[in-house]
């Protein structure tokens, strides 16, 4: 009914704004040289500007208005578009500078959660409008996915990893899938695809460092497992494993295995053998965002 849908525009425009504020807070409380980054004040002007403009944008009454705040909604989300990357960027340069002084995970834990979950509220929201809008009006779960397949995802995926791979280092990394493979799940398609690209990079990074000089690399096996009220998806590979020392600092923003040394021989830089910069190797694996943000989406 109309009547429902201007409620559900009403409160998104008295969420988001608390949501913001809680954010913009943490900024204010940031120790100086931080909110001094380039990158990190890029990310506060656009979080204040979106607060301004909510509050600023008259309230949503009838039909009418609700039109207009799709229009404000969809400025904002692509305004956000970079936010992400930005706070990579920021920290790595701050890292650089501080070399790991200031503790930052917390603010960029909340930072990136409050991102992400005022985008599915915007984005859910203009696709059910957009959907209502269309001539003949049509249903729509809005940015959820009623039948997603992991398996179809992973298959995607494992293409354009291996694609990767194949390209930098002149392996192509087989992934092997198996288990119910016609399983689907209520999703948000692209945090799965998030989710599991992330796990499949390390996944062969730590395959290709371990069986570098073999003429024939393991495959990575992802099984698809359907219990009674939920489905489980196991990534396996023989890249070794990790130090026992590395499992407190995984889930660290900007903490990347990627900086130690191949447990190839002493000499053996992994890099090195594989004839890239280290600015390459980024696009497989490095960022040290990867598995928090993970954690976040999932």
């Known amino acids: 009914?109309?009547?429902?849908?201007?409620?559900?525009?009403?409160?998104?425009?008295?969420?988001?704004?608390?949501?913001?504020?809680?954010?913009?807070?943490?900024?204010?409380e940031l120790p100086f040289v931080v909110i001094c980054n380039a990158r990190f004040h890029e990310v506060f002007r656009l979080f204040l500007h979106a607060f301004e403009t909510l509050v600023e944008t008259p309230p949503v009454k009838d039909s009418k208005d609700v039109e207009a705040f799709a229009g404000v909604l969809r400025q904002l989300v692509r305004g956000h578009d970079h936010t992400i990357h930005m706070l990579q960027e920021g920290y790595g340069e701050l890292q650089t500078l501080l070399d790991g002084l200031i503790e930052l995970d917390d603010f960029l834990n909340q930072t990136c959660f409050t991102r992400i979950g005022n985008r599915v509220l915007a984005e859910h929201f203009l696709e059910v409008h957009e959907a209502r809008s269309s001539s003949p009006a049509r249903d729509s779960c809005g940015v959820v996915d009623p039948h997603v397949c992991?398996?179809?995802?992973?298959?995607?995926?494992?293409?354009?990893?291996g694609g990767l791979c194949d390209e930098l280092?002149?392996?192509?990394?087989?992934?092997?899938?198996?288990?119910?493979?016609g399983t689907t799940v209520a999703?948000?398609?692209?945090?799965?695809?998030?989710?599991?690209?992330?796990?499949?990079?390390?996944?062969?990074?730590?395959?290709?460092?371990?069986?570098?000089?073999?003429?024939?690399?393991?495959p990575v096996t992802v099984s698809?497992?359907?219990?009674?009220?939920?489905?489980?998806?196991?990534?396996?590979?023989?890249?070794?494993?990790?130090?026992?020392?590395?499992?407190?600092?995984?889930?660290?923003?900007?903490?990347?295995?990627?900086?130690?040394?191949?447990?190839?021989?002493?000499?053996?830089?992994?890099?090195?053998?594989?004839?890239?910069?280290?600015?390459?190797?980024?696009?497989?694996?490095?960022?040290?965002?990867?598995?928090?943000?993970?954690?976040?989406?999932?």
């Open 224 to 298: 698809v497992l359907k219990g009674t009220f939920d489905v489980t998806l196991k990534i396996s590979d023989r890249g070794g494993g990790m130090p026992r020392e590395q499992l407190l600092n995984v889930w660290r923003y900007g903490y990347t295995s990627a900086k130690q040394r191949s447990p190839l021989k002493q000499k053996d830089d992994f890099d090195t053998l594989c004839g890239r910069d280290p600015a390459s190797m980024r696009r497989l694996a490095g960022y040290g965002f990867g598995l928090p943000l993970s954690r976040v989406y999932a």
């Open 187 to 218: 999703f948000v398609p692209e945090h799965l695809h998030f989710v599991l690209q992330e796990i499949l990079k390390n996944a062969m990074r730590a395959t290709l460092e371990r069986h570098f000089r073999d003429k024939q690399l393991p």
């Open 1 to 28: 009914p109309e009547e429902h849908h201007v409620m559900h525009a009403k409160w998104i425009q008295e969420e988001m704004p608390v949501r913001l504020a809680h954010r913009l807070m943490d900024f204010f």
């Open 169 to 181: 280092f002149g392996h192509q990394i087989e992934v092997v899938l198996d288990g119910e493979l």
């Open 150 to 161: 992991p398996a179809d995802i992973v298959r995607e995926l494992a293409s354009s990893l």
